[in-house]
T-cell receptor, first 110, second 115 residues
Framework: GESVGLHLPTLSVQEGDNSIINCAYS??????FIWYKQESGKGPQFIID?????DKRQGQRVTVLLNKTVKHLSLQIAATQPGDSAVYFC?????????FGAGTQVVVTP | DAGVIQSPRHEVTEMGQEVTLRCKPI?????LFWYRQTMMRGLELLIY????????DSGMPEDRFSAKMPNASFSTLKIQPSEPRDSAVYFC?????????????FGEGSWLTVV
C-alpha cells in the first residue's frame, strides 16, 4: 500500500537573506529548549539553546526567541548561506528528556 | 574530542534476524538516549539511561526491542526478531545531566534496512 510520510514544511530562502523558522511547543512545564540542524545522512547537530527564564539568546549568526505565553519558539539565521540548507528541529525538555518537533526543511537558493 | 560513536553505520538484514546496534557515548556523560527516526513518525525517543540505569523505556515499541547499558561507555539496542517496519535510522545520544536543561549530543546514526 501507499505509505504516507511526514510532510515537512519547507522554507525557501535566497542566499544572503535572513531566515526565520518557527516552532510551537506543547508542554507548558518544559524549561529548556534546543534547536538542532540535521543535514542529509547525518545526526542532529546542536545549534543553540535557551532556558525558560530567558526570552532571547544570540549565537553566531543565530538568534533564538522564546515566547512562553503562546508557547512559541523561533530561530533566526542571519545572512543565510548554502551550508545552512538542512532540516531544523526544535526540541523541548523537562529534566533531560527531549521531545522533538516535526522539523522544517530549509532550502537556500543562490 | 570524539563524539558519540555508533556502529554499524549501515545494516541490511533479513526479516526475523537479530540486529544489534552499538553506541559509545561521549566520555564523562552520564545520560544516554536511543532515538529512532522515520519519515512516518519523525524522531522518537525509545529509551534513556542515567548512570547506566534505564529511566524511561516507554518509547520502546514492543518486546522485540531491548536496550542495555552494562557500563558508562557502552550501550546496545537489540531487535529480535527484526521486521521490515523496523527499518529506520537509529540514533544514540548522550549528555551530562546535572539538572534541568542539558544539551544532548547525537551520533551519526545506524541506518537499518530489514527486507
Amino acid at each position: 500500500g501507499e505509505s504516507v510520510g511526514l510532510h515537512l514544511p519547507t522554507l525557501s530562502v535566497q542566499e544572503g537573506d535572513n531566515s526565520i523558522i518557527n516552532c510551537a511547543y506543547s508542554n507548558s512545564a518544559s524549561d529548556y529548549f534546543i534547536w538542532y540542524k540535521q543535514e542529509s545522512g547525518k545526526g542532529p547537530q546542536f545549534i543553540i539553546d535557551i532556558r525558560s527564564n530567558m526570552d532571547k539568546r544570540q549565537g553566531q549568526r543565530v538568534t533564538v526567541l522564546l515566547n512562553k505565553t503562546v508557547k512559541h519558539l523561533s530561530l533566526q539565521i542571519a545572512a543565510t548561506q548554502p551550508g545552512d540548507s538542512a532540516v531544523y528541529f526544535c526540541a523541548e525538555s523537562s529534566w533531560g528528556k527531549l521531545q522533538f518537533g516535526a522539523g522544517t526543511q530549509v532550502v537556500v537558493t543562490p | 574530542d570524539a563524539g558519540v560513536i555508533q556502529s554499524p553505520r549501515h545494516e541490511v538484514t533479513e526479516m526475523g534476524q537479530e540486529v544489534t546496534l552499538r553506541c559509545k557515548p561521549i566520555s564523562g556523560h552520564n545520560s544516554l538516549f536511543w532515538y529512532r527516526q522515520t519519515m512516518m513518525r519523525g524522531l522518537e525517543l525509545l529509551i534513556y539511561f542515567n548512570n547506566n540505569v534505564p529511566i524511561d523505556d516507554s518509547g520502546m515499541p514492543e518486546d522485540r526491542f531491548s536496550a542495555k547499558m552494562p557500563n558508562a561507555s557502552f550501550s546496545t539496542l537489540k531487535i529480535q526478531p527484526s521486521e521490515p517496519r523496523d527499518s529506520a535510522v537509529y540514533f544514540c545520544a548522550s549528555s551530562l545531566m546535572q539538572g534541568p536543561g542539558n544539551t544532548i549530543y547525537f551520533g551519526e546514526g545506524s541506518w537499518l534496512t530489514v527486507v
